[in-house]
């Protein structure tokens, strides 16, 4: 059976309403307004509420001579970024030219679980120290949820500023010093490095695309990737891991399939597996905006 996590409203995040294609958020004092192809249903709040946003995001549109840019119209005094605190955290919060601000709210209950995991395992104050792997890392909320429980994290990504902006929320949340590995390298090859090395890991996180580039352009291809990715990282696990996390996003794939490449670790280790969506719940609690997918294993 799919479980369905749920990110409910915050202090300094709230999804206000969606429909038609879009969402209206808060993220600290400042409402957005962004695309989002899940939202195929009504709104709840009149135009005026929408047109009201500090920051819109337009998609491209066909005109003359091609296809145009995508853009944010912002209303004065919204600046280039700023912090909001969400799950025990701190986050830079930008506006990118690809509509995203750094932050995945659904990923707070992915994050607590990661957490969880790290602290039972560990045993308690002088138990085992783990070390994680969290592969397409991007702007770091997972690594900082393993740091945050006192585990060591390697925080691999493609893009330098990606991890740039990571680095500026561990600073932000008070785990600028926190043992985290930061590395810029293509996923795939990395893991066939630390294969060499002999390295391993007591839990491995990942978040891959459905299509990107790694920092020396290397191809990125889900259809074509992903089950190598994941035969090398279960190479890279320890002889006593605690959880391996899979979280996916415009794949179109089921969390089903997620589920049927994680069942090797149940016949080599034991434990359970965990399967379903991510969502965002409504500030009216009347509806949920479907995120991605997921499927954990623990044991």
């Not at 990110?7 to 409402?31: C, W």
């Not at 192809?37 to 091609?66: H, S």
């Not at 949340?173 to 630390?194: M, N, Q, V, Y």
Request: net charge positive; charged share 25%; with cysteine.
């Amino acid at each position: 059976m799919n479980e369905i996590l749920i990110t409910k409203a915050s202090k300094d995040y709230e999804l206000i309403d969606s429909g038609k294609g879009e969402k209206l958020e808060r993220y600290g004092q400042f409402v957005l307004r962004r695309p989002d192809p899940q939202a195929l249903w009504p709104r709840f709040l009149n135009k005026e509420v929408w047109e009201k946003a500090d920051a819109i995001f337009a998609p491209p549109r066909a005109g003359q001579g091609g296809v145009g840019k995508p853009s944010w119209t912002l209303k004065s005094g919204i600046p280039n970024s700023w912090q909001i605190n969400f799950g025990g955290l701190k986050f830079v919060i930008k506006l990118t030219a690809f509509k995203h601000t750094g932050l995945f709210p659904e990923q707070l209950s992915n994050w607590e679980w990661i957490e969880e995991r790290v602290r039972a395992a560990a045993g308690g104050t002088g138990g085992r120290q783990l070390s994680i792997l969290n592969l397409f890392g991007y702007t770091g909320g997972a690594s900082l949820a393993v740091a945050k429980a006192g585990a060591s994290v390697t925080h691999v990504d493609g893009s330098k500023s990606a991890i740039t902006w990571a680095k500026g929320n561990a600073e932000a949340s008070g785990l600028g010093s926190a043992p985290i590995r930061w590395i810029l390298d293509d996923c795939r090859k990395f893991l066939e490095r630390e294969i060499k090395r002999g390295n391993h890991y007591d839990g491995v996180i990942m978040d891959p695309p459905a299509f990107g580039h790694g920092p020396n352009k290397e191809l990125w291809k889900i259809e074509d990737h992903f089950l190598k990715l994941l035969e090398l990282s279960f190479q890279v696990l320890s002889l006593n891991p605690a959880f391996f996390l899979i979280n996916g996003y415009a794949s179109g794939y089921s969390a089903v399939a997620y589920e049927n490449n994680l069942k090797v670790l149940v016949d080599k280790f034991g434990g359970k597996i965990e399967k379903g969506e991510l969502t965002i719940m409504e500030s009216t609690g009347k509806r949920l905006l479907p995120c991605g997918i997921f499927a954990r294993w623990a044991d």
